[in-house]
């Protein structure tokens, strides 16, 4: 079976930061863009983040530009997500996922088929 495993979640100040880490035992993650989704209660699940298969590729939703920052090593089958300036709404249940072989990444659901389990993040005062 596929999995793949997040975890770095937890409470904090707004303004501090949090390092979300996604790996799996499954699968190499040399060869696919991983991406990071979340979801608010009460909301739709929206893409944060992609990195490409070698990394060449990054993509950031709006929201988060400028203040996350997606990596990967290989060496260690991870992903991150380095989150800086965390803000109230950035509160949610964080996502990766396994992408394609491209060399180009994308936010888009449909583009990953299997998931982890989440991980929450909580900005709160």
């Known amino acids: 079976q596929l999995q793949l495993v997040e975890s770095g979640g937890g409470l904090v100040q707004p303004g501090r930061s949090l390092r979300l880490s996604c790996t799996s035992s499954?699968?190499?993650?040399?060869?696919?863009?991983i991406g990071w989704f979340r979801q608010a209660p009460g909301k739709e699940r929206e893409g944060v983040s992609c990195?490409?298969?070698?990394?060449?590729?990054?993509n950031y939703a709006d929201s988060v530009k400028g203040r996350f920052t997606i990596s990967r090593d290989d060496a260690k089958n991870t992903v991150y997500l380095q989150m800086n300036s965390l803000k109230p709404e950035d509160t949610a249940v964080y996502y990766c996922?396994?992408?394609?072989?491209?060399?180009?990444?994308?936010?888009?659901?449909?583009?990953?088929?299997?998931w982890g389990q989440g991980t929450q993040v909580t900005v709160s005062s």
């Open positions: 499954t699968f190499n993650f040399d060869y696919y863009a």
């Open positions: 990195i490409s298969s070698g990394g060449g590729s990054r």
């Open positions: 996922a396994r992408g394609g072989w491209t060399a180009d990444c994308h936010i888009r659901e449909r583009e990953y088929d299997y």
